[in-house]
């Protein structure tokens, strides 16, 4: 174990030399903390420094806590009230909170909490809806939850992350996966936005029935790049491009009038993704 003689395992920002606890990480690097801080800030520390000690204890105690510099240093800085450096990557954040959770420190867990739903972090939102799952933030867990419609949940490529959900999280992730899939499939199905290719029978303003063929296959390419990603933020975008789409704003009755208002339809189309992946509170 390194000494407190030995000035240059000190780290700067922790180097006060009235402080009566010296912690040790696990590079052997040494942050002086005042007890009271320890005590009012962390359950763990709370614990452990009311425990009675031996008459021959060193003062200042120095505590090895088996912790790396990088997360031990910023957990200690949220407690301590300093400055608190950038977050790097999410694995920074999840090691972060495994540390906060082991030392009970409700300040630093406030802190990270309030970061968590932000945009840095918004290309892991399965790993953000992990957290937030796991530590009970229903407001954020809730916030997260459309994000995850851009991953295909059981395609076997994030099953390493849903392991990592209690079932009662797992089941309210995949139920919400399923219910925007089917709002958006009764949306489709429906005559309230869709009465000019749902409607049967469907007459043209001349009197010759409809055929809504074009319709059908336009429809059934919608819900399968739903279900592919059922944020449907790539459907508008992707559809201008499609030979289903170029047919059903083609259609049109012998007599020349179109079958399908273009503008329109791509409107309620709109409207539908927008209203199928609203999450409901959980």
Known sequence: MATLAAAENVHPCFADNSVDVVLQSTEGTLYRVHSFTLRNTSGFFRTMLSLPQPPDAKVPQEIPVGEKDAVMERVLRMMCGLEIPRWASFDEVEATLDLIEKWDTPGPLSIVR???????????????????????????????????????????????????????????????HDRCKARFREALDGTDLFAAGNEEPRECGCGKRRDNYPWRILKAKLLSEFNK??????????????????????????????????????????????????PTPL
């Open 229 to 278: 990603r059922p944020l449907g933020d790539q459907i508008l975008v992707d559809m201008a491009g499609w030979p289903e789409s170029a047919a059903c704003w083609r259609a049109k009755c012998h007599c020349g009038n179109l079958y399908y208002d273009q503008v329109s339809t791509v409107g309620n189309i709109q409207e539908s993704i927008k209203d199928a992946t609203t």
């Open 114 to 176: 309030t970061a968590i739903t932000s945009p840095l972090f918004a290309a892991e939102p399965l790993r953000v809806y992990v957290l937030t799952s796991h530590f009970g933030w229903t407001e954020e867990a809730a916030a997260v939850l459309r994000e995850t419609l851009k991953l295909e949940l059981l395609g076997g490529e994030h099953d390493g992350v849903l392991c990592r959900l209690s079932s009662r999280s797992l089941l309210s992730l995949v139920a919400f």
